[in-house]
């Protein structure tokens, strides 16, 4: 486990105004593509920049890559330095709803090589329940200069998971909800189910009742329970479109396990091609 990957309401609070540290508000809804921007003007954390999934996080949609597909790296890197990030600098990322869409931001930002990034336990909720500041300043965007270097972040595509979604040679873990991974109630894609051969682990279990991560030990011991003996260092993430996927893949390092790989278009790509299987 790793100290660091996740940062408390008072030692942020504590590093308010610290000129090395960069926070980023990643609230977010998946039905309301305003309610995120919204939300962070009517108060967000003191000093900290507003980030959208679908403007900042995402790359073009082309009707079969997913809902949320991956931004070129070299882009992503741009979008960063808007924000004055340099090496050396400490990230902490949070949102509204358990770190369902900050999670994807972490994972994107060990994608291009950054290591000191770190998730607000608690999020803002926390925040706000403790009485800590809120400000509707906007802080000046600034210039960076980091650049996209090899990180822990690795992916696969649609043709890799089709080749071995049923070979035991991965285990993929899909973050949906269990209505949605058995097909039931799906609102948000075309079709419900799940891709054969994955293994639901909602995002939600690596949770405390509070919104705080459960100890690295528990969710160590969970995620071994549901890799059954498995390798996790083969272990594929998926989600609905890339983006909840990122929580397990969180847990699984706060865990001191290996993070696995990420299937970006996930659900949402997999189901835009009738002719692929559908389980249930």
Known sequence: MKADLLVTTEKLARHLGDAQWVIFDSRHDLVDANKGRNAYEAGHIPG???????????GPKTGKTGRHPLPAPEGFVATMNRFGINPGMQI??????????????????RWIGQDKVALLDGGIPKWIKEGRAISKDVPAERVGSIVARPGLGATVDVHFVDRFK????ITLIDARAPNRFAGEGETLDPVGGHIPG??????????????T???????RTEFR???????????VHSCGSGVTACHNAF????AGLPTGR???????????????AVAR
């Open 92 to 109: 902490v990322i949070y949102d509204d709803t358990q770190g369902s869409y900050a999670g994807r931001l972490f994972w994107m930002l």
């Open 166 to 169: 049923e070979s035991g040679e």
């Open 213 to 219: 991560f459960k100890s690295p030990e528990m969710l």
């Open 262 to 276: 990420l299937y970006p278009g996930s659900w949402s790509e997999w189901c835009a091609d009738p002719a692929r």
């Open 251 to 254: 847990a699984m390092e706060l």
């Open 48 to 58: 900290a920049y507003f980030i959208s999934l679908d403007r900042d996080l995402s």
């Open 198 to 211: 994955a293994v639901n682990r909602f995002w939600q279990k690596n949770l405390n009742a509070d919104g």
């Open 225 to 235: 329970e549901l890799l059954g003996g498995a390798d996790a260092s083969k272990v």
